[in-house]
């Protein structure tokens, strides 16, 4: 069964750091490019993360010097390490792969920063 699983969201304080993992199964994890999207209430999804197979990442300056992206190809996981994190963090966080056509989603999991 081809899908992707997110976990490690929560409640945190303004500041504090956040690890987000997303596992992947029935795939050839090692070719797809592999993002990070968020979702806040009443704005669209957006990229902020994006790791591709050979490992090259690229971040949305919002988050670019507090967020790292990476994978580990022979567990297919990928990671979203988050630092310094802000209210305006809050969101829903999606983990998504993409090969040539193919695009697939995780269910999301929630992110909420405290001030």
């Known amino acids: 069964q081809v899908q992707l699983v997110e976990s490690g969201g929560g409640l945190v304080q303004s500041g504090e750091p956040l690890r987000l993992s997303c596992a992947a199964s029935?795939?050839?994890?090692?070719?797809?490019?592999m993002g990070w999207y968020r979702q806040a209430p009443g704005r669209q999804r957006e990229l902020f993360a994006q790791?591709?197979?050979?490992?090259?990442?690229n971040y949305a300056d919002s988050v670019k010097g507090r967020f790292t992206i990476s994978r580990d190809n022979a567990l297919e996981m990928v990671y979203l390490q988050m630092n310094s994190l802000k209210p305006e963090d809050t969101a829903v966080y999606y983990c998504?792969?993409?090969?040539?056509?193919?695009?697939?989603w995780g269910q999301g999991t929630q992110v909420t920063v405290s001030s």
């Open positions: 790791i591709g197979s050979g490992g090259s990442t």
């Open positions: 998504n792969g993409q090969y040539y056509s193919t695009d697939i």
């Open positions: 029935g795939i050839i994890f090692s070719v797809y490019t």
